[in-house]
């Protein structure tokens, strides 16, 4: 890794608060599209991420019932692309897929969400990937919609959770009839055999998150109760030696709608992050509340302008149907922003069919306004995962989105404003990428603080560099709070570079 990547860039005066509306360009790639019957109408995923040692993230992207398909990434100043997909990523079946260092040898492998057999690839060099044959991970077949990992204590192998969607071997289904959570705990260097967490109601995206600044990341499960039809709701699993779900004594606040996706943010500097969940028929931005003494989220979707119900554009009144959910700062003024990915199941006749994706740009006073068509975004695809992530290493954060039926939609951020700084974050022992750890930075408009997690969204994960805007900062200071609670020292760094932070 370069220990640093100077961008010039034109700024405006540190007087010019103005929100800023980033513009993006349309990159031409290679064709691609997730498709297939009913048990592709979810999923859909996308996995960035460098799997060949040169700085810049690939793409491996979802086919459902086409193959899917590795991109390599030729960027330079312009994003560009190319198709090389080895044997072992070339599957039909998948539906998302997820990053992660499970050997911890500094080179990232990659989770394959299916329906069927789910996969474990060891990645090798030049984004060559074979299976993992030494952890003994007795993949199960589910219909796999979710994923997310942690590491435990002092395990040398991370904690894996799948999310599984409708059992589809069940002759009562598909309605009430949802799969479990599907929980792999290292023990010894091996893994146990699979855990049921159950009940299941058919989870859509989970995210493991030490929500509770306790050291232990607990699992959230977010459901769609089309199919669980009776006794469902949200869940948050306490990663006990056995573990148990909250309950509404403990502060959990019970609550059931159509979850899709996950998406997790600090966004007051409290320390204690924030959730945007995505749904058919509202989106909800929770606000953590610190004053009780458990895990309590209240909504503040209307408070903060971030309803994101309907269409914003395009004459369809009827509700929008929520995916992927990504915090972001697309225009590097130090606040983070929120993009929705959105689109009809299918066809469904009470719910929008030209329901164009949602970019929410946060202003200074906590308040979020919708921008996409201004960005040029607002893509009427049946969009489903996607990834925020700078794709040629220029400080400013591009976008690749999943459509179901169409093609892969990849944009380049042309923004021309903002300060910005991305740091590599490693530790030289087991959990390599310090999953579970924080980082805060200090600017003027005050504290960022950002949980290293891999899962959430919607069938899509990413690993690598953590991007930060600072507005118009000329120095700012940083701190890594290691998974297992050690504070490293704060250093001042100046922006528009890529810092490596090693522990």
């Known amino acids: 890794m370069r220990p640093e990547l100077i961008v010039s860039i034109v700024v405006a005066t540190a007087a010019d608060a103005e929100t800023k509306i980033p513009s993006f360009a349309t990159v031409e790639i290679p064709a691609h599209v997730y498709d297939g019957g009913w048990e592709h109408f979810v999923g859909g995923g996308v996995a960035v991420f460098d799997c060949n040692g040169d700085e810049l993230p690939e793409l491996f992207v979802a086919g459902g019932s086409n193959r899917s398909q590795l991109f390599k990434n030729t960027s330079s100043d312009k994003i560009s692309f190319t198709i090389d997909t080895p044997d072992e990523l070339s599957l039909t079946g998948v539906t998302g897929g997820y990053p992660i260092d499970v050997d911890s040898d500094g080179i990232l492998d990659l989770v394959v969400l299916r329906v069927g057999d789910d996969l474990l690839f060891k990645g090798n060099l030049d984004c060559e990937f074979s299976p993992f044959s030494e952890f003994d991970f007795q993949a199960e077949d589910h219909w796999t919609t979710g994923f997310s990992a942690t590491w435990e204590g002092r395990q040398t192998l991370p904690t894996l959770a799948f999310g599984t969607y409708v059992d589809r071997f069940d002759p ?5 009839t949802c799969g479990p959570t599907v929980l792999y705990r290292p023990e010894e260097g091996k893994y146990r055999k699979p855990e049921h967490l159950e009940p299941g ?6 995210l493991f998150s ?3 600044r306790n050291g ?11 199919y669980y039809v009776n006794d469902g709701q949200e869940q948050l699993w306490a990663m006990e030696p056995a573990p148990r779900l909250y309950s509404l004594e403990e502060g959990w606040m019970p609550y059931s709608i159509w979850g ?5 943010r600090d966004l007051n500097g409290d320390g204690f992050p924030e959730v945007y969940l995505t749904s058919m028929g509202d989106q909800k931005l929770q606000v953590f509340d610190s004053d009780v003494d458990g895990p309590t989220w209240r909504d503040a979707t209307y408070e903060k302008g971030t309803t994101a119900h309907r269409p914003h554009v395009g004459g369809d009144g009827r509700p ?3 995916w992927h959910a990504q915090f ?3 225009n590097n003024d130090g606040l983070d922003d929120i993009f929705v990915a959105k689109g009809n199941v299918e066809q469904m006749p009470d719910a929008a069919l030209y329901d164009p994706n949602n970019m929410l740009l946060q202003q200074r006073d906590g308040q979020f306004f919708e921008a996409s068509v201004e960005a040029g975004i607002a893509s009427m695809s049946k969009s489903r995962g996607a990834a925020i992530m700078d794709l040629n290493n220029d400080g400013k954060l591009d976008l690749v989105v999943v459509n179901r039926g169409s093609e892969l939609e990849v944009y380049q951020n042309q923004l021309q404003t903002g300060n910005w700084l991305m740091l590599d974050v490693v530790q030289k022992r087991p959990n390599r990428m310090a999953v579970g750890g924080f980082i805060e930075i200090e600017t003027s408009i005050g504290r960022q603080v950002r949980e290293i997690t891999i899962g959430g969204g919607h069938a899509s994960g990413i690993a690598g560099l953590h991007h930060f805007g600072l507005g118009y900062d000329e120095l700012v200071t940083v701190r890594v709070i290691w998974p297992d ?4 020292d704060w250093q001042a760094y100046t922006p528009n570079q890529i810092v490596r932070v090693t522990r």
């Open 485 to 488: 609670g050690v504070e490293g």
């Open 320 to 322: 929008s149907t929520g």
């Open 172 to 176: 009562n289904g598909p309605f009430g």
């Open 210 to 212: 030490d929500w509770a």
């Open 260 to 264: 899709m996706g996950i998406a997790s």
């Open 216 to 226: 232990r990341a607990d699992l959230r499960v977010s459901n769609d109760r089309h």
């Open 201 to 206: 109601h058919c989870s859509l995206s989970i």
């Open 328 to 330: 972001g700062d697309f």
